[in-house]
């Protein structure tokens, strides 16, 4: 798990190949940049002193745009997206609208004063987990994450699996998320996976449904930490090298939008971080998008986007493709 990365010699970057989207599927949306952790690898920048966090006129915006195009899916993230004082409001009008709903959750969260009841009321409304535990054992977990945040992360996975998570018979999914802890790409999802399982339940006695792997994108703190240590140019280059045309068909930015605090649309969560509008265009609000406009559209692209289609592939939804 914390093995060194073997990063090439640094060549010329090539662009990224043009994308156009698809069907919108999903919409995403960032509560805000307050969180009750400072992860090394946060492409966020988020943290406890962070104050941005989305409106309730913008998030009952979102709903009635999510209503009109139709999408499957509302994905909330952050930060931590609970600590918005609208988090739960929406999920429950967004339950009650037919949409599955997705909480991007770190897990410690659900210790935080006033959240003692949080995992109850992500059961009871029938919420998808997707929960970010990027090793089965604490040393990684603690560097990345940090101290203690492994043991609160194992008594958070333990409560929701007490309310039915990961339990297939009681429809309550639980979803891990991996991400490497350094430069280089995750394994193979479906081996890593028997791996968590294996682990997680001999160790801890926890059981969960998918295990997602997810390269780390270089920006923000991780692109920080890449060029600290020198390693930015050639973690671009093996991003490169590792590209696979055949992923291009299932990145996330093809079926999603993604709507930042202010209401501003994206292409994906990591362009929202770097300020590029959705299309590479002209900055666009939700209150002047119409659906219908959507498809066919241009997807802005950077060399990042080489890390959502190196190797296995990576998405919110973890692994593109078995290689």
Request: glycine residues 10%; contains cysteine.
């Amino acid at each position: 798990m914390n093995e060194v990365a073997h990063l090439p010699p640094v060549l010329p970057l090539r662009d990224f190949p043009p994308l156009r989207r698809a069907a919108l599927e999903t919409l995403q949306l960032n509560l805000g940049y307050r969180c009750n952790q400072a992860c090394a690898h946060c492409h966020v920048d988020a943290g406890p002193n962070r104050t941005e966090q989305m409106s309730t006129e913008t998030a009952e915006l979102a709903l009635r745009f999510a209503r009109e195009a139709g999408v499957k899916t509302l994905d909330l993230t952050g930060g931590a997206p609970e600590l918005n004082p609208i988090f739960r409001p929406l999920v429950s009008a967004a339950r009650a609208a037919g949409l599955v709903v997705i909480d991007r959750c770190n897990l410690s969260i659900l210790e935080e004063p006033g959240q003692v009841d949080l995992a109850d009321f992500l059961a009871g409304q029938g919420v998808r987990v997707v929960a970010s535990l990027p090793c089965y054992g604490p040393d990684n977990v603690d560097l990345q994450r940090g101290k203690g945040v492994f043991e609160k992360s194992i008594r958070g996975l333990r409560r929701l699996n007490a309310l039915g998570y990961g339990d297939s018979a009681r429809g309550l999914v639980l979803d891990l998320v991996y991400n490497p802890l350094g430069p280089h790409l995750p394994p193979a999802q479906a081996a890593l996976e028997a791996t968590y399982r294996e682990r997680l339940a001999q160790d801890y006695g926890i059981r969960f449904n998918h295990l997602l792997t997810l390269a780390n994108v270089p920006i923000a703190r991780f692109r920080h930490a890449l060029e600290r240590d020198g390693h930015y140019q050639s973690y671009l280059q093996m991003l490169q090298t590792a590209h696979r045309d055949e992923n291009l068909p299932a990145v996330m930015c093809r079926s999603l939008l993604s709507v930042d605090w202010q209401g501003e649309v994206h292409d994906c969560d990591f362009n929202q971080m770097l300020g590029m509008p959705l299309g590479g265009g002209q900055r666009v609000h939700l209150a002047d998008l119409k659906p219908a406009e959507l498809g066919g559209r241009p997807i802005a692209v950077g060399p990042h986007c080489f890390a959502c289609t190196a190797g296995s592939g990576s998405s919110c939804g973890g692994a593109l493709s078995a290689i």
